[in-house]
């Protein structure tokens, strides 16, 4: 079943939503005004034109509202859990909407498009219905898009688990063999044991660590290095490599080998396939909360301007950010004249005391 019209962000989709939203609530609210005194006092074209007016006088006050709790008050209080501001914000809100209100229903006196009306205080109540009922959408929608996320991060994690368990080598069998070979290569081939040490702490991260749902960043940065280094050795450190990684990790956790395919893609897109000078810069610094991946390297002549690298791990990359950091990442990937660019803002949290 097509959903892109209930939750997708294009604008076409927003306007229609929003239109929808708009346009049965103008309708229900003029119904009602028209049809309950027509009940008792019978239709007339004069009772329908001043429901018709009301309506639109108070629509203003209603956009400031609903667009407000819908746009401030709920995604940046409410669901953060900040509860008393929210409520003042919210109260704010509700002044500025009886402020829009009479203002416009006093211009409307003013200029004879309305009368006089006792049940002008009636308004605000319908402000206040109207917010009330687009609040409840908003919440529906939330809580239907994180029940359908998780649902989805299940189902990404036991197709992960079965590619996992069809692929894998029985761990003592692999690390005994590599304990074999480094045997053999210890005195006959020293750069070939140190790249067997290296592999192996680069496997037994990934066998035992990476089934866990998150780990500490500086593992994370550590198997990067030991990634690097083996890259190096392959290349016969013919690359030009310049790391920066943030020494204060602190006890920030980060999903488990989130950041190494986007290091693999600069070694696999770029650097492999150059003969001349080939060049790779990686920042990787802590901002508060925030974890601030810059990469850049170098490109073939052969490559075109426009030209941005693809791949499973690159795609695995952008659906896990999507499933597990949703609205607090940002990834952006380019290509320059000379050279691949990506960049990472992600919002980690703290491991819990």
């Keep these: 079943m097509d959903i892109s019209f209930v939750y997708s962000n294009q604008l076409k989709f927003w306007i229609a939503r929003h239109g929808a939203f708009w346009g049965v609530m103008f309708a229900y609210q003029w119904l009602v005004d028209f049809l309950v005194p027509a009940f008792f006092e019978g239709p007339s074209y004069a009772a ?9 006088v108070y629509l203003p006050g209603q956009f400031l509202l609903v667009y407000g709790l819908l746009y401030i008050v709920i995604p940046y209080f409410i669901l953060k859990s900040s509860y008393v501001y929210g409520a ?10 009886g402020f829009a209100n009479e203002t416009f229903y006093r211009l409307a006196v003013s200029y004879s498009i309305l009368p006089l009306s006792d049940t002008h205080s009636l308004g605000m109540h319908r402000i206040l219905g109207v917010a009330g009922f687009a609040g409840c959408i908003k919440f529906m929608k939330y809580w239907y898009e994180k029940k359908y996320l998780n649902s989805v991060l299940e189902k990404e994690k036991l197709v992960i688990e079965l590619q996992s368990l069809k692929a894998q080598v029985h761990p003592h069998f692999l690390f005994n063999t590599l304990n074999n070979i480094y045997s053999v290569t210890e005195k006959t081939s020293p750069v070939a044991s140190e790249m067997l040490l290296r592999l192996s702490a680069l496997l037994r991260y990934i066998l035992y660590e990476c089934n866990k749902p998150e780990i500490l960043l500086q593992q994370e940065f550590e198997t990067i290095k030991a990634y690097i280094a083996l890259e190096g050795v392959r290349l016969n450190t013919n690359v030009d490599i310049q790391m920066n990684f943030a020494q204060a990790t602190g006890n920030y956790l980060v999903s488990p080998l989130l950041l190494l395919p986007l290091i693999e893609n600069c070694f696999k897109h770029g650097v492999s396939k150059m003969i001349d000078q080939p060049w790779i810069n990686i920042q990787a610094e802590l901002k508060g909360d925030v974890l601030l991946v810059k990469l850049m390297n170098s490109k073939p002549d052969h490559a075109t301007n426009d030209s941005v690298p693809h791949g499973i791990g690159l795609t695995n990359v952008k659906k896990r950010l999507q499933l597990l950091y949703p609205e607090k ?12 660019v990506v960049a990472l803002k992600v919002e980690l949290h703290r491991v819990s005391s």
């Design 48 to 56: 329908a034109h001043k429901s018709l007016l009301y309506s639109l």
């Design 88 to 97: 003042l914000l919210l109260a704010l809100f509700c002044l500025l909407a």
């Design 329 to 340: 990442h940002e990834l952006k990937i380019h290509s320059e004249p000379d050279v691949f």
